[in-house]
């Protein structure tokens, strides 16, 4: 399983990015999908998450209200859409895959990650 993770930058306080993350793996729409950030000096932490059949998704509270989690099982690819950016969102963002299709907000329950894609969030 490979995963791709794109769409960073930098961008002003107040500004809205859309995170990529395409998968090279068989039968994706098995898995869960998950991101997550490690900002500067910061353990990694969960940001949003969306199962295999994408019905229900979920949220880090700091995120929450910002943010849409969605996935399209066809390109093999989920999305993070994040909009009124604010300086304390600047960090790496990670996609995640969980091959039993769950949500956890526990890194420790995602088999692969992708490399990482930077946001850089300036006041």
């Known amino acids: 399983v490979q995963l791709q993770a794109s769409g960073g930058g930098l961008v002003q306080a107040g500004g809205s990015l859309r995170l990529s993350c395409a998968a090279s793996v068989r039968a994706f729409s098995n898995y869960g999908m998950g991101w997550f950030r490690q900002g500067p000096g910061k353990e990694r932490e969960f940001v949003a998450s969306i199962p295999w059949n994408g019905v229900r998704t979920y949220y880090a509270d700091s995120v929450k209200g910002r943010s849409t989690i969605s996935r399209d099982n066809a390109k093999s690819t989920v999305y993070l859409q994040m909009n009124s950016l604010k300086p304390e969102d600047t960090a790496t963002y990670y996609c995640?895959?969980?091959?039993?299709?769950?949500?956890?907000?526990?890194?420790?329950?995602?088999?692969?990650w992708g490399q990482g894609t930077q946001v850089t969030v300036s006041s």
């Open positions: 995640a895959a969980d091959r039993f299709g769950g949500t956890s907000g526990n890194l420790d329950e995602y088999e692969y």
